[in-house]
């Protein structure tokens, strides 16, 4: 599986951003999906996920009621609207998928990453 991550770019803080991760390859529907993030300097974090079938969603706790991921499996992608954007947002967002489908956290579970987009939100 390919992932293409879009969608990044700059921002004023309380803007929003739509991100997508469009698969090539292999369909998409059998993996759990997931966006995570890495600021300079940090280790890549995780920002959010969602099984095969988008049933199970989980988010970290520094974007849950901001973020929102979801996915259509018609059209092989994985999306992450970012709204109320604050500047500890910036970063690069990678996306990434993992199988078997259901919703994992960690670096290490995911199989298939894509190659990253530039976020950066302005104070």
């Known amino acids: 599986v390919q992932l293409q991550a879009s969608g990044g770019g700059l921002v004023q803080a309380g803007g929003s951003l739509r991100l997508s991760c469009a698969a090539s390859?292999?369909?998409?529907?059998?993996?759990?999906g997931g966006w995570f993030r890495q600021a300079p300097g940090k280790e890549r974090e995780f920002v959010a996920a969602i099984s095969w079938n988008g049933i199970s969603i989980y988010y970290s706790d520094s974007v849950k009621g901001r973020f929102t991921i979801s996915r259509d499996n018609a059209k092989n992608t994985v999306y992450l609207q970012m709204n109320s954007l604050k500047p500890e947002d910036t970063a690069v967002y990678y996306c990434a998928a993992s199988i078997p489908g259901g919703v994992v956290v960690r670096v290490e579970e995911y199989d298939y990453w894509g190659q990253g987009t530039q976020v950066t939100v302005s104070s």
């Open positions: 390859g292999h369909t998409l529907s059998p993996y759990a």
